[in-house]
């Protein structure tokens, strides 16, 4: 790697690098039980960006993201802690379950939009709680499982954990390292996807999809891809989680109506459309409730302590936000970085599709360069 492509890279590039080195020195100073909080805010974070890949990019607002985790949860917990089957088995199954199921739900969603659609995803979780209930001789009901799923990592006492260390605070380092690992794939994953030609399509379906339609690009099938993408890589989230020592195969930490709506509100409030807003948001939101939880002091007057009044704290940064930066935090701090980015002539050609040209133009140039030239014949969809 040459030094003028290393000094060619944007600021931001070297930012994000930094943040995700931070990020994987936690275990250095933190306690076990704090480094087990952070665990949970590495799957919310894994939980925004897979949302954001289909709701952020293609505007599709799913609110019912809280059904794929639970697919993938709840179908690697029965599999292995019913039927004994290894986490290496029960993991992938509950993937392309998941997937499965995105594709069920992915299909329909093509023949409505908007507010409608948010209505209608919006159930899905209450519809699985109720068959959750209904059928607790294999989902346990509202109690949830009454022992955990085989660990990730665990003690010489553990039952059949993947990885057998003699500390439980070494097993918890190495459970976060298996979280940390899982993330930054799924990251480079949905970045490199989001930032090909079908990220460009999704983003320009998402800005005008009559436009997409015009240009010769059929957007059933990248809208629908988008979800499947999005579906399975939650459920992969969600069967890790109920094996990870923050997780557990419960309706309350796999269907309850907040994750759902954390899962938006983070996205919001990092930046829709951009992978990496949505972590930021998540280890925003996770990192304050985190402080809050470790200086819970009572507040005068208020009768409350600190803890109790985050989610109202959050609310209002919220607004804040959406107020002033309705892009989001991520592409507001980026474009005050970098200037060139808030003034399209000077925007390089190659930016990403979230912080580049508009991916309308992108989209309609890419289609015109793959038009067949004369004599020639070619499908006029990629």
């Known amino acids: 790697m040459s030094d003028s492509f290393l000094r060619g890279l944007p600021r931001r590039y070297y930012l994000g690098l930094v943040f995700l080195v931070a990020l994987g020195l936690s275990p250095v100073v933190t306690t076990q039980t704090q480094l087990i909080t952070i665990i949970g805010i590495l799957y919310l974070m894994m939980f925004a960006m897979t949302w954001d890949v289909a709701s952020g990019y293609t505007g599709q607002l799913n609110l019912g993201h809280a059904a794929f985790i639970a697919v993938g949860g709840y179908t ?19 993937m392309v379950l998941s997937g499965l199921a995105g594709l069920a739900i992915g299909i329909p969603a093509l023949r409505i939009r908007g507010a409608y659609l948010a209505l209608v995803t919006l159930v899905i979780p209450t519809i699985f709680f109720q068959i959750v209930i209904l059928f607790d001789g294999v989902f346990k009901g509202s109690f949830g499982f009454k022992s955990p799923p085989t660990s990730l990592a665990g003690t010489g006492g553990s039952t059949g954990a993947l990885v057998t260390v003699n500390r439980s605070a070494m097993a918890t380092i190495i ?102 807003g949505p972590m930021v948001g998540a280890l925003l939101f996770g990192g304050l409730q985190f402080v809050a939880g470790e200086f819970d002091v009572a507040l005068p007057m208020l009768e409350q302590t600190l803890s109790d009044v985050i989610p109202v704290v959050l609310f209002v940064l919220g607004m804040v936000v959406v107020y002033y930066r309705p892009e989001g935090l991520v592409p507001a701090l980026l474009q005050r970085s970098e200037p060139e980015l808030e003034d399209p002539a000077r925007r390089p050609s190659e930016t990403a599709a979230d912080g580049g040209t508009t991916p309308v133009e992108q989209v309609a140039e890419k289609q015109a360069e793959s038009l067949p030239k004369s004599g020639q014949t070619q499908d006029n969809e990629y």
């Not at 690697?76 to 509950?94: C, D, E, K, Q």
């Not at 379906?205 to 988008?226: C, L, N, Q, T």
Request: proline residues 4%; aromatic residues 8%.
């Open 76 to 94: 690697t917990a029965i599999l292995n802690i019913t039927h004994g089957v290894s986490p290496l088995v029960s993991i992938p199954v509950a």
């Open 175 to 276: 459970d976060f390292y298996i979280s940390y690992a899982v993330l930054l794939v799924l990251f480079l994953v949905l970045f490199a996807y989001t930032r090909s030609d079908s990220g460009r399509i999704l983003s320009a379906i998402r800005e005008d999809e009559d436009a997409v339609v015009a240009a010769g690009i059929a957007p059933a099938k990248h809208k629908v891809f988008a979800f499947v993408l999005s579906a399975m890589t939650a459920g992969l989230a969600g069967a890790l989680f109920v094996h990870s020592t923050a997780g557990f195969p419960h309706p309350d930490q796999l269907l309850a109506d907040t994750l759902s709506l954390n899962i938006v509100i983070v996205s919001v409030l990092g930046g829709l459309g951009t992978i990496v």
